[in-house]
């Protein structure tokens, strides 16, 4: 008899001993789960564009791959891999065709190329390309939506000017060969009758979510 009770006493250890571990690998586990959300978290964190100089103050909120289409050309803008300025120049989209567009707190965007840099908004009749290193305020750009055309304006926030259509194909003419393709460049400045102060079919592009 008191090897029996003997035995259930210990037994009776045993089982609580068991119980006990369990509960400390389960309060363990929970506790990795939880260290392991908050790493995630702060590195999330971290990932997140913030800038505040020149009198400017955004906070990323999201940032999503895209691709830029224009409404009169039907072509894709393309960023020529970063050498030179950009194009609107593709039919499909392609590594060259594919941004990601970061929208801040404001409601305004910045643009990422393929080769990691930002899209420079330069001021003036110069065309834009993916070659600033850095983000700062000529690297900030509105968007606009336009109903008429069911597509954006794309503004610098350092121009009052719209992003561009400018592409010229040559005319046939008895003094002018042509030259077998369109110069397709976009930019800010005076094209025909567009200056690029109001959206209108050269100034209006489709932002595509990937």
Known sequence: MKNYFKFSILSL???????????????????????????????????????NASGINVTEVSREPIAIKGVASNLYVSSENGIGSITLSR?????????????FDTGQVTFIGNNNKYLNGTSGFYAPGFNS??????????????????????KPFISTRYLLDKTECPQVTSTIIPIGYCISELGFGQINTSNGSSINERTAFEIINL
């Open 13 to 51: 250890v045993f089982a609580m001993t068991g119980i006990l571990f369990t509960s400390c690998d389960t309060e363990s586990s929970e506790e990795s789960i939880q260290e392991t959300a908050t790493k995630t978290e702060i590195e999330e964190k971290a990932t997140k564009l913030v800038y």
């Open 91 to 103: 039919t499909q989209i392609g590594t060259w065709e594919t941004f990601t567009m970061i929208t």
């Open 133 to 154: 290193t850095s983000f700062s305020p000529i690297n900030l750009f509105e968007i606009d939506y336009d109903d008429t055309y069911d597509a954006y304006g794309i």
